[in-house]
């Protein structure tokens, strides 16, 4: 079912797009350095599930900015959605250690496995950090929706480029912020 009020996409192979997501109320959850490592982990699955080429990607306290081919069967709306409810679903489960995971469908399940270690040494970090996180962090949640701009041409795309890398200076991100990149 479609949002009501959502945005017209374009669904036509070959479009790169130059994606923002925000979460709910502008919360700087990014803030924590072991959130950002969940929202890099499950954007590098998503990647190697969904198959995009990720041509430069920011990471703020409380939004991102991707630059995002499709490349196999999934649209920029499948893209997002399994970045955006992953991660929610991961900082959640690190943030309540009493929710349970979702069951990936089989084939993802080697995929999984090799992700699992990583997500509970991070969640590890966490909890010895924030002995009581449910009382410290709300639920985590991103904005409704997304938004996207399809890239028109060279010129277009090289601009979205310099904005994502003039990003962690536009946000006044501490020096050695490494949840950028290109």
């Known amino acids: 079912m479609e949002h009501r009020n959502s945005q017209k996409r374009f669904y036509e192979e070959g479009y790169t797009y130059f994606v923002t ?9 990014f803030e924590e350095k072991i959130f950002c490592e969940v929202f890099w982990e499950n954007l590098k699955l998503c990647q190697s599930v969904k198959e ?30 399994s970045i ?28 999984y496995d090799g992700q699992k ?8 970090q966490f909890h010895q950090k924030h002995p009581n996180p449910e009382l410290s962090f709300p639920k985590f949640m991103w904005q409704k929706s997304f938004h996207d701009h399809v890239i028109r041409d060279e ?25 950028w990149g290109f």
């Open 21 to 29: 997501g925000v979460t709910k109320n502008r919360y700087w959850y």
């Open 155 to 179: 010129r277009d795309f090289e601009a979205h480029l310099r904005y994502i890398e003039y990003n962690p200076i536009k946000h006044e991100m501490p020096k050695g912020w490494r949840w």
């Open 52 to 81: 995009f080429m990720l041509h430069g990607w920011f990471l703020g306290y409380d939004h991102f900015h991707l630059l995002v081919t499709p490349m196999g069967n999934a649209n920029i709306s499948q893209i997002m959605k």
């Open 117 to 124: 270690k990583k997500f509970f040494e991070l969640k590890s």
């Open 84 to 111: 955006k409810g992953n991660s929610s679903c991961d900082i959640n489960r690190i943030i309540n250690p009493f929710l349970e995971g979702e069951v990936p469908e089989p084939r993802l399940q080697e995929i």
